[in-house]
Every structure is written in structure tokens, then in C-alpha cells.
């Protein structure tokens, strides 16, 4: 359902918020004091809430909890030495008025892959440095330093939307490789959602977000209480976000010849389009009087008024955690978390492509041709949306954990930590009301096959040929005329929708990890700090598949395929931190002068071993000044369904009949001369009129993903302009047999990948095609006459390098009478973004989308921001700008330039630049019964821009850019 009323809320929401900023000033007669000037801060152990994103470094070791452990070491009380910390605080992450906490990343520059309403059904999780995605996602994502259940139905992540906002205290983001503290996954670096530990009272809090065309709520409560010797707290969020429809859209209507792009409509139609006896030109409808060219640009259908741009989202999450000082030496606690969510997209029912016959045994009552065509067969497309209406997509997961920690002080300088985690979550992906193929080919011309073949197999991997003659009105289908009068019979209605598409996937983990931490001895700048440990995680994952099988309906015939996982991984690793120089000492230009080593070995039952070390520093010539770097290797664990079973089968492998309209390069290929011999003495041919085999499988010998990178940069505090904090960093990463599955222009182009592709002069045998899709599901029918075999092999393909700079300047300027006035400027910029396939040569794809289609490689991004704030009240201007950059993708109108590789080396159309302002305001009660309670308006895009134009169906490339317009979410907090 989509609130209407919302069109224009968000323009009234924004009037209000304006309001806001204008009324303190105005009734402010005694400003209210100041707060008190802070001292200078030393650069590791600043937080900035305040600002568009924290200032890099961590919480100070000592809080009124005692020692804590940060992000990017196992030493307890310290910062990591070396490293890039920027921690974001719950503050700012209001600020956004995301009711996700993915979505408030969205402000943070070096993060990518959280354009999207709260998550997708494909749970992809941020990115850092915008390094991989999916299968070859090389981002760890943590809670409270620990995993959690992997959620989603083809390759699996951690979800970090299951954490209730409420209960959210920061996010700590480490930009560098830290597989020495946490093993798989963290080559770009590490994500940790960091949960509040106490919290006194009861709060409770309520918004809504207000969008054209949408509106979403969100509800929490939050309650806790500390006791002498323990504490618990209690959070739960309610969510829910409206569906947001196409139409609601307009710059995403499929045609864009306007716009200078393509058109993307197609020609299944309600009633369909005819081509008479399967050749030439089309009708647009049965009634047409004239036809018009077969090509994409006279296409004029599409379901995308009636469906859904984004669907809408349900969650409700509940988490609960205890802590209770068992003696003064031991502290155990208890975390528990359950997560629901649900997700519903209205899309298309289906389309269908057949051939119909007018005379004959397979003769349909309802054939109709346009008026002076005597054709007795045509080929029909049509599109089942208005007869049937529209089908939903949905999406479920339920996820739920339990966390068990213990810290003994065994004496002054050591500890002992222990860990011991597991959870699990079950996703599903289904639809409901899409049509079944079968079905609706059995009811146009009789058969289960769209060519109307009566020896075609129509169950795969069968001898099995089902039939429905002769057709009569009772069970034929009429495509001839609209919904008004369509003449199809209930009964064959009731059958077309009798279909099955379901994936469930089920993951568990089960997590142990001790570790003992404290000084070794002292040095004349300090204690020498140790950490030593040892870590066991067992991780299970099931797929069950239900789909149709083709012999008509589901409820009659259907495949059920079921894929079991697991993997066991034993770790050990230690860390040392070695102070060199102290202020203390008075060595001239060396205020201070830290290193740190680390290491971890990690044995995985499935792949075998790897080893990961990390050398850093930080050197402070003088105070205020901090120079770091570091050095390490790292790595990603291939999924578990890229791995798949004996024979790479996994959920979505399956293998069925394809056509490429691909040019091979025919010294590579010499037999495909042999099937088209108009290609001979020709470099290059093109194999779009023969018909192959695509197989897609996972690969039971995948490896490590393998990466390696180091960084320099500064931190810059001077005691001489308090509130000026300065950040630098440079950074390099290469990350080695990234997991994808390759796409055929890449294999043509590669020699160590051209294997993957084969061709058969006298078409391949049953034989042959057994042997090359042993152990792989079926998909569809084989081909009369199968001319290659492609072999979409998912495994270690993928190579990148890569380089950038992040920044960040942030300012607060506190004044005695007119409040604090603060300022900043953050964001990323990419100098290197080369990649290569297997063993070929590398290209350069820096600020291009579309070559890669799991992830984009921006060059530029950044996020700028003025404030105010005194007493109660605080406003806030972000400005965020996006790059121009090049669309390499297929649907480019500009051509693209290859080199001699065949690999793209310029051309593309230009994607332009964005920038959009939000608006932040924030008042904060003091005195009375709303004490502690606050009322906020956030305003995201706050002059409705659309996104910029890219040539694909939807009009914007959703990796980069949301498709959500103006935001506003208005949010009150109460506490008790």
C-alpha cells in the first residue's frame, strides 16, 4: 500500500524544520552560557559526534567501565597504533534521520554499497573503499567485535540492521586490512556496531519519515538499570517503510530516448504483440492496422506502472544484555538479539514468448490476426500483469543470536577475555501470483515449450513430453484481448498462477575466543603490551530450493533440491605494542613513538591454512602531530556456495539454453568456423544465431581471497587553535582471486580463462553435455542443436588495485555569548583503480560503473557541513557532492575504446555530478517532566534533486546514487 498523502509531507516537514531554526533566535533574550573550553585532546583519543562524521581515533582507554577494547586490536586500554579510526557517534547518526543504521552510513565517504532502503534481499552489507561486493565482499561487519548470523539466500552476510537503533551507541570504522586481529574478511577493513553497555531510566521514541509517495514509522523503547555489582538493558524497534512505486518516479520510466539513452520498454504487451508466422515486422497489438520494425526502440509496453521501485520493509528487533560482577576480579555478561524482517515488492507476473497456431491439432480457439493478415501461426509476446495484476516478491529473514563474555583480572597488568557466541538466521526469498510458464504455454499452443515443439522434453533431465490437446475454450489462453474481455476461463487462470519459486536458506555459527592481554615488561618509554589468543568458529549453511519443473503446474510437478554446507576454522594470534618514545624521555623531534606487531594463523577445514601479519607505527614529532602506517596482509574466505559440493552445485547453480550476441576472437576458437564458415579468414565471430549451453557453478577447490595493502597518513590537533582536528591518510590495497563468476567478454579476451568456453562442430552429444554439467540442476530445455558449452565457473578470478586518499577537517569554534560554532569537510579520493581477470592484463576502470557489475569505482566523493549549536539547540548543514563519472556498462550510447586485450580503455557516456544539502535540527529539553527528552528534524536532499541520468531501465545506477528524492524524518525522544 503506498500512503498518497505523503506526496508534498515532506515539503510541510521541511517548512517546520525552518521554523525551528528561526524561533530560538528569536526568543533568545539570556543566551545560555557557554560550555567549558576543553583542553586540547591527544589525536588517538578523540570522538567528534557532532560533526558529519567523528574524527578519526577511539575512545580513551579509561571510562567509567575501566578498560575497553577497540576496534582493530586485542589489547585491552589502547588505541590501535597506526590506524585510521573514525568513530561515529550516536549523535551523528541521528543526524541523517535513516531508520537504518546501514542508511546513517550512507554520510560516511570511504563506505558504499548503502544506497538502498534499508537492506536488500541479497543482504549486501557496507563496503569499504567501495572493494568487492557479494561474493567477493571484502568488508568485515562486527557487532560489538563479534560476528553474527549471516543472513540471505545466495551468498550470506551479517545484517546490522538487526541491531535496534535505539540500542546503538557508535560505529567504529577501520579503513585497513585487520585480518591479524579478526582473520577472514577485513581486506578493505572493519565495521564494528558498537551497542550501549549501561543505560539508567526508560526512553522511549517515535518518528516518521516522510517522502513523496512514501512514509515509513519507526517506534523504540529503550530501559535499563545499574546496580552496585551489575547492570541490564532492554531495547526494541519497531520499523516499517511503504512501498515506493515506479510511477511515483517518473525519471524512471524504461524509455529514456529523451534523455539521450535507450529505449528499455519491451514488446510484451497486454494484449500481446503479434509477429505473423515469426518473421518481420511486429504488431503492437491484435487490433494494429499497420506493423513497425522488430527493434528496441519501437517497443512501447512495460508493468512498470503497477509495480514497485522499492518494496516496502517490516522489522521489529529486540535485543537484551546483561552484565554482573560475579567477585571483584571477574565480570560476566549476556547479550541475546532476535531480529524480524519482512520485505514486499509489488512486480511483474511474468511474460511470455510463444509460438500459436491458428489451424491444426495445436490450434487456439481465441487466435486472432491483425486486421489483412492471413498468418495461421504467429509468434506472441505478452505480459500476464493486467489479467492476473501483479505478482509480489518477498523476502524474510529471522535472526537471532546469544553472546556469552567473561573478563577475569588476574592481576593488576593481566586479563583474561572470553568470548563464546552463536546464532542463527533463516531467509527466504519467494513469489506469489507469478505466472507459470508451462502453463501458459500448454494453454497457447499445447506444449510445455514456447516454440510449440511436440518432441521437445519437457521436464529436464527427463525423457518426459507433456501435452494439453486439443485446445478449447475451457483450457486455452486468450491473449488476443484486455482484461475487460478477456475470455480465458477461470480454471485455466487458476492453473497459470499454480507456480512455485521459493529459496530458503539457513545459516548458524557457532563462535569461541580467548585471549590473555597485559604488560610483558617495561621500557624507558612504557609498558610493553601483549595479547595472545586462540579463536574456533564453525559456520553451517543449508539451501533448500523449490521451483516448477516444467510439466505444467507446480502443485503437480515441481523440483526440491537441498544443498548442505559447513565449514570449522581454528585460529591463534598475538599482537605486541612496543613504546619506543615518550614525552617523558625528551628526545628532540620525537614527542612520541609507538609499534605494533601482529599475526594470526588461521586453519580452515575446506582450503587449508593461511597466515596474516601487520607492522604499524606512530611517531609524534612534536605534541599535536601525529604521523602513522602500517602494513599488512589479509584475506576473505570464499563463501560457502561458491565452494558448493563435490561437484560446485550450490542454491542458484543450474545449467540451461543461452544465446550470446558475442564477437569470439576465432584464433582462439577455430572451430567455430566449422559451424559458420562466413567466419573464416575473419578475426573476430559473431555467435548470436547459434544456440549454447550456459553452466553455472560454484568451484570446490576456491581458495583465499588474498589481499595485501599499507598506509601512510597524518593526524594534525594543534594546542594552538583548539577544536581544529586534521586527518590524512593515503592508502593502498591489492586484493588477489576476488570470487565472481566471469562474464563471457571477459573469458573470450582472457587465454587462461578461454578453456571456460567450448565449441561443437557437429553439436554436443548427450554425452558431452553430461559430462561438462555433471552433479548441476537442470534449468530448461536442451536446444535441438547445442553449438558451445559456457561454463560460468564462480572462483578466484578477480584482481584489483587499488589507491586513494581520505580526509577530514573539522573545526568547532566556542564563543562565549553566540554558542559553538563548527565547520568540516570529509571524503575519499580514488588515484588508482586497476583490475584484472585471472592471468590478464590489467586495465584501469578507475570512475567507471557498469565493466564490474557488483560494485562501482567512484573517484571522488565527500561531505561537507556548517553548525550551530547553544544550550538546547542545535542545527546542522551538510552538503555531500558525487563525482561525475563514465557508464562502461552494455547499454553505453557512447562506444567504448578497447585496447589490444580487448579491455575498455576509454569512451562511455558521462554520468554527471550530484550535490544534495541536507538539514539538521535538534532541541533538547532540560527541566521539568520532559528532562532529558528531544525533538528532531532531519532533512536529507533537501531540494529534491533526482538522481543524475544513467543509461539502464531504471534511469540511475543504484550503486552510487537512491532514487529516494527529498527526506524528512521527524523524531521525538523521551526519557523517564
Not at 335 to 361: C, I, K, M, P
Not at 609 to 633: C, D, I, M, Q, Y
Not at 926 to 946: E, H, M, R, W
Amino acid at each position: 500500500m503506498s500512503y498518497k498523502f505523503a506526496r508534498g509531507a515532506s515539503r510541510a516537514a521541511l517548512a517546520s524544520a525552518m521554523y525551528f531554526v528561526a524561533l530560538p533566535a528569536l526568543a533568545q533574550t539570556n543566551p545560555a552560557p557557554a560550555p567549558a573550553q576543553a583542553s586540547p585532546a591527544a589525536p588517538s583519543s578523540t570522538e567528534v559526534q557532532n560533526s558529519a562524521l567523528a574524527v578519526p581515533g577511539a575512545p580513551t582507554a579509561a571510562t567509567d567501565e575501566g578498560e575497553i577494547v577497540v576496534t582493530g586490536t586485542s589489547i585491552r586500554g589502547v588505541a590501535p597504533i597506526g590506524s585510521n579510526l573514525v568513530s561515529v557517534g550516536v549523535e551523528a547518526l541521528r543526524a541523517t534521520g535513516s531508520q537504518s543504521v546501514t542508511g546513517a552510513l550512507a554520510s560516511v565517504p570511504a563506505l558504499s554499497g548503502i544506497t538502498g532502503q534499508g537492506n536488500t534481499s541479497a543482504f549486501y552489507q557496507p563496503s569499504i573503499h567501495q572493494l568487492g561486493a557479494s561474493a567477493s565482499n571484502s568488508t568485515l561487519v562486527l557487532i560489538d567485535g563479534h560476528r553474527g548470523p549471516t543472513g540471505g539466500t545466495n551468498h550470506t552476510f551479517l545484517d546490522p540492521n538487526i541491531v535496534p537503533n535505539i540500542m546503538i551507541e557508535r560505529v567504529e570504522v577501520l579503513a585497513e586490512g585487520a585480518s591479524s586481529v579478526y582473520g577472514s574478511d577485513a581486506v578493505a577493513g572493519v565495521i564494528n556496531f558498537i551497542t550501549r553497555r549501561k543505560f539508567d531510566g526508560f526512553q522511549a521514541e517515535a518518528s516518521t519519515t516522510l517522502r513523496d509517495g512514501t512514509v515509513g514509522y519507526t517506534a523504540g523503547v529503550l530501559a535499563g538499570k545499574t546496580w552496585d555489582r551489575g547492570s541490564a538493558i532492554f531495547g526494541a524497534q519497531y520499523t516499517y517503510q511503504d512501498n515506493l512505486q515506479n510511477k511515483d518516479r517518473g525519471f524512471t520510466y524504461p524509455n529514456h530516448l529523451a534523455q539521450g539513452g535507450n529505449n528499455f520498454l519491451t514488446r510484451s504487451c497486454s494484449p500481446a504483440a503479434i509477429q505473423p508466422n515469426g518473421t518481420g515486422n511486429i504488431y503492437l497489438s491484435p487490433t494494429a492496422t499497420s506493423s513497425v520494425p522488430n527493434t528496441a526502440a519501437n517497443y512501447p509496453c512495460s508493468s512498470w506502472g503497477v509495480t514497485d521501485l522499492v518494496g516496502s520493509e517490516e522489522r521489529e528487533n529486540v535485543m537484551a544484555k546483561l552484565s554482573f560482577d560475579m567477585t571483584d576480579n571477574l565480570t560476566i555478561g549476556l547479550d541475546l538479539l532476535y531480529a524480524r524482517r519482512r520485505n514486499d515488492t509489488l512486480q511483474g507476473a511474468g511474460t511470455v514468448q510463444a509460438t500459436v497456431f491458428a489451424t491444426g491439432a495445436q490450434a487456439n480457439p481465441f487466435y486472432i490476426n491483425p486486421p489483412g493478415v492471413t498468418a495461421d501461426r504467429q509468434v506472441v509476446t505478452w505480459d500476464a500483469t493486467d489479467l492476473v495484476g501483479p505478482a509480489h516478491g518477498r523476502s524474510e529473514s529471522d535472526s537471532m543470536y546469544a553472546n556469552f563474555t567473561a573478563a577475569y583480572k588476574i592481576t593488576d597488568n593481566w586479563n583474561f577475555d572470553f568470548l563464546a557466541s552463536a546464532g542463527r538466521d533463516e531467509s527466504t526469498t519467494f513469489t506469489t501470483g507469478t505466472i507459470n510458464s508451462s502453463v501458459a504455454n500448454l494453454a497457447l499452443n499445447g506444449t510445455t515449450n514456447g516454440g510449440g515443439s511436440l518432441t521437445a522434453v519437457s521436464v529436464p533431465g527427463t525423457t518426459t513430453i507433456v501435452t494439453q490437446l486439443p485446445l478449447t475454450t475451457a483450457n486455452a489462453l486468450d491473449v488476443w484481448n484486455p482484461a475487460a474481455t478477456n475470455r480465458t476461463s477461470a480454471a485455466t487462470l487458476a492453473r497459470l498462477l499454480d507456480n512455485a519459486n521459493r529459496l530458503r536458506a539457513t545459516s548458524g555459527y557457532q563462535q569461541v575466543r580467548g585471549n590473555v592481554s597485559g604488560s610483558l615488561f617495561d621500557l624507558p618509554a612504557g609498558p610493553v603490551k601483549i595479547a595472545v589468543g586462540g579463536e574456533m568458529l564453525k559456520t553451517q549453511l543449508s539451501q533448500f530450493v523449490t521451483r516448477a519443473n516444467n510439466s505444467g503446474p507446480a502443485s503437480s510437478g515441481s523440483q526440491q533440491l537441498f544443498f548442505p554446507f559447513k565449514r570449522t576454522v581454528f585460529s591463534g594470534f598475538a599482537e605486541l605494542n612496543i613504546p619506543l618514545v615518550s614525552p617523558d624521555m625528551e628526545v628532540p623531534f620525537v614527542h612520541r613513538f609507538d609499534l605494533s606487531l601482529a599475526g594470526r594463523y588461521d586453519h580452515y577445514s575446506d582450503f587449508g591454512k593461511t597466515t596474516n601479519p601487520k607492522v604499524a607505527f606512530n611517531l609524534e614529532p612534536v605534541e599535536g602531530l601525529r604521523l602513522r602506517g602500517n602494513w599488512s596482509t589479509s584475506f576473505v574466505a570464499p563463501p560457502l556456495t561458491i565452494v558448493g559440493d563435490q561437484f560446485g552445485a550450490f542454491g542458484t547453480a543450474g545449467w540451461g539454453t543461452q544465446t550470446n550476441n558475442i564477437n569470439v576472437p576465432v584464433a582462439a576458437y577455430p572451430d567455430v568456423v566449422k559451424i559458420l564458415p562466413n567466419c573464416a579468414g575473419q578475426a573476430l565471430c559473431n555467435i548470436g544465431t547459434l544456440q549454447g549451453i550456459q553452466n553455472t557453478t560454484g568451484d570446490p577447490n576456491a581458495g583465499p581471497q588474498k589481499g595485501s595493502g599499507w598506509s601512510l597518513g597524518f593526524d594534525v590537533q594543534p594546542a594552538l587553535v583548539p577544536g581544529l582536528h586534521t586527518s590524512f591518510s593515503y592508502w593502498t590495497t591489492k586484493f588477489k582471486g576476488g570470487v565472481t563468476g566471469p562474464q563471457l567478454s571477459n573469458v573470450i579476451n582472457t587465454a587462461s580463462a578461454q578453456y571456460l568456453l567450448q565449441f561443437y562442430p557437429n553439436c554436443a552429444t548427450p554425452a558431452q553435455i553430461a559430462a561438462q554439467t555433471q552433479g548441476i540442476p537442470q534449468t530448461s530445455s536442451t536446444a535441438a542443436c547445442t553449438s558451445y558449452i559456457f561454463h560460468t565457473l564462480n572462483t578466484n578470478w578477480l584482481n584489483l588495485d587499488i589507491a586513494g586518499i581520505d580526509y577530514s577537517i573539522d573545526y568547532d569554534l566556542r564563543t562565549d555569548t553566540a554558542g559553538t560554532f563548527s565547520a568540516g569537510l570529509s571524503g575519499t579520493e580514488f588515484v588508482q583503480f586497476d583490475q584484472s581477470f585471472g592471468s590478464g592484463p590489467k586495465y584501469s576502470v578507475l570512475n567507471t560503473a557498469g565493466n564490474n557489475g557488483t560494485f562501482p569505482s567512484l573517484k571522488r566523493k565527500a561531505r561537507g557541513y556548517i553548525g550551530w549549536s547553544d544550550g538546547p539547540f542545535t542545527a546542522r548543514i551538510f552538503a555531500n557532492y558525487t563525482g561525475s563519472f563514465r557508464n562502461w556498462s552494455s547499454n553505453t550510447v557512447t562506444p567504448l575504446t578497447r585496447d589490444a586485450a580487448g579491455n575498455p580503455n576509454g569512451g562511455g557516456d558521462k554520468v554527471k555530478a550530484q550535490t544534495t544539502i541536507d538539514l539538521n535540527v535538534v532541541y533538547d529539553f532540560t527541566g521539568g517532566f520532559l528532562d532529558g527528552s528531544q525533538v528532531s528534524i532531519a532533512a536529507t536532499n533537501v531540494f529534491d534533486k533526482d538522481p543524475p541520468f544513467y543509461n539502464g531501465a531504471t534511469g540511475y545506477y543504484s550503486l552510487i546514487h537512491n532514487p529516494f528524492g527529498r527526506t524528512v524524518t521527524v523524531a521525538l525522544r523521551a526519557k523517564f
